[in-house]
C-alpha cells in the first residue's frame, strides 16, 4: 500500500487545492478574537508536534486572533492536520496538509450531535522541511484571512 501511494505521489509536488467557495457562516463567533486550534502530527513528518503548534498559533497572533487553550462546545475550531511517509533514504517526505474549520454541536447531554467543516485548505504531494513548511504557512494564512473575512465583514465588495 505504502508503494502504491508513493507511486501515485512520485510526480507531485506540494500543490494547493483551494475550492474557492464562500466561507461557511457557522464561523462567525461573539468573541472571534480567540480561537481553538486542533493540531495532529503523524511521526514519520520531519516536525514536533510543538513546531506546528508554534508556526500556526504564530500566524493566529499575526492576525491578532488569540489562542484558546481549550475548545468549546459548538465553536468552530481551527483544525490542522499533518501526516507523512518517509521512504528509506528520502530526506523528502509523501505528505498530505488539511487545514480547515471543524465544529461540532453538542446537546445539553454532552452529545455529539453533528459535525460541520468548512472547505478544507489542503496540498498533497512530496517535499522537504522547508516546503513543507512554506505551504503550512499559506494554508494556514488562507484559513485564517476567511476566518477574519466572515467574523470582521471583510466581503468582497
Not at 528509506?88 to 488539511?98: A, E
Request: charge should be negative; include cysteine; charged fraction near 25%.
Amino acid at each position: 500500500m505504502r508503494k502504491f501511494f508513493v507511486g501515485v505521489l512520485t510526480g507531485l509536488v506540494l500543490v494547493p487545492c483551494l475550492v474557492e467557495a464562500e466561507p461557511s457562516n457557522f464561523l462567525v463567533k461573539n468573541d472571534p478574537e480567540t480561537l481553538f486550534a486542533g493540531i495532529a502530527v503523524e511521526d514519520e513528518c520531519p516536525f514536533s508536534l510543538e513546531e506546528v503548534d508554534h508556526l500556526v498559533k504564530g500566524i493566529m497572533i499575526r492576525s491578532r486572533i488569540e489562542p484558546a487553550a481549550s475548545w468549546k462546545p459548538n465553536e468552530p475550531i481551527l483544525d490542522v492536520d499533518l501526516q507523512c511517509v518517509k521512504q528509506d533514504d528520502w530526506v523528502k517526505r509523501v505528505v498530505s496538509l488539511n487545514v480547515q474549520f471543524i465544529k461540532v454541536d453538542v446537546d445539553d447531554e454532552g452529545e455529539a450531535l453533528i459535525t460541520h467543516t468548512t472547505k478544507a485548505y489542503s496540498a498533497l504531494g512530496i517535499g522537504d522541511k522547508p516546503y513543507i513548511t512554506q505551504n503550512l504557512q499559506h494554508l494556514t494564512q488562507k484559513a485564517i484571512a476567511d476566518y477574519l473575512k466572515v467574523n470582521h465583514d471583510l466581503t468582497d465588495n
